[in-house]
């Protein structure tokens, strides 16, 4: 994977233990120009100390004007991007785990602009310097549908559908391509937040074909295939990275095991 001479943007890093970080950090190895953006101050902060030789503003993904004043933003530094990788989570659970029936609607509402309807904005706004063969990926859940991950389980799988509609939409123009990957359980500190998050993670590294926890570092190695020229035939795809999780919540030890414990 070569991306000498090409544009990718990043949104979404956080800190070190973050899918862009590492996406970010295997790109620029791999020789990538890369422009990058914060949610607030505090990670801009985090991105200088990371990333000092690399430019980065903020965008707050809840403000339509700053959105619509992305390809501005870009425009300082290029006026083509090759690739654009979309990082951006979030859900309030500050006032702990509750029963999905009893999500507030402000509460849903602004997790969906955060973590799906964004992407949809941010393409918008990026569409005339995308080259023709572009490539753009946001970054979603398994198929665990666990239910500690309450309202934002439904508004991650609108995310993932969100890439089939912008991958059509986007042909009647152009090639560039949509994907989601869909990442099995990772010990980022985005996820530490989620209600229960420990013991779904320890469990689902029992679920893995390996009996190894996913690392974040190979969801990035995906994400760098996707964003390269050597997935030119992958478009409107969810690709799962979970090391075989999907396929094994029969796994046969822990069925031994739950008969056991009757």
């Known amino acids: 994977m070569n991306f000498k001479d090409k544009w990718i943007y990043i949104a979404g890093i956080a800190n070190k233990k973050s899918v862009a970080y590492h996406s970010a950090k295997s790109l620029k190895g791999l020789g990538a120009n890369l422009i990058l953006s914060a949610q607030n101050e505090k990670n801009l902060e985090q991105i200088n100390k990371l990333f000092p030789d690399i430019p980065a503003f903020i965008i707050d993904v809840e403000d339509e004007k700053q959105l619509k004043n992305l390809d501005n933003q870009i425009l300082k530094y290029t006026d083509k991007l090759h690739g654009f990788l979309h990082s951006l989570a979030f859900a309030n659970f500050s006032d702990g785990p509750k029963a999905f029936h009893e999500t507030k609607r402000a509460d849903y509402l602004q997790a969906c602009q955060i ?27 398994s198929s665990t549908k666990a239910t500690s991950y309450g309202y934002l389980g439904p508004i991650k799988a609108m995310l993932e559908t969100s890439v089939c509609y912008l991958a059509k939409s986007f042909s009647e123009f152009s090639n560039v391509r949509f994907n989601s990957v869909g990442a099995g359980p990772l010990k980022t500190s985005a996820s530490a937040g989620i209600p229960d998050y420990v013991e779904n993670y320890l469990y689902s590294e029992q679920l893995t074909l390996r009996k190894k926890a996913l690392q974040t570092t190979e969801v990035a190695n995906v994400i760098c295939f996707l964003l390269s020229d050597l997935s030119s035939g992958v478009n409107a795809t969810n690709q799962i990275v979970d090391c075989g999780m999907s396929s094994n919540y029969f796994d046969q030890d822990i069925v031994k095991g739950f008969s056991k414990s009757q």
């Open 115 to 141: 973590s799906s309807f964004s992407f949809t904005e941010m393409s918008n706004s990026l569409k005339n310097l995308f080259t023709k063969d572009a490539s753009a990926v946001t970054v979603s859940i």
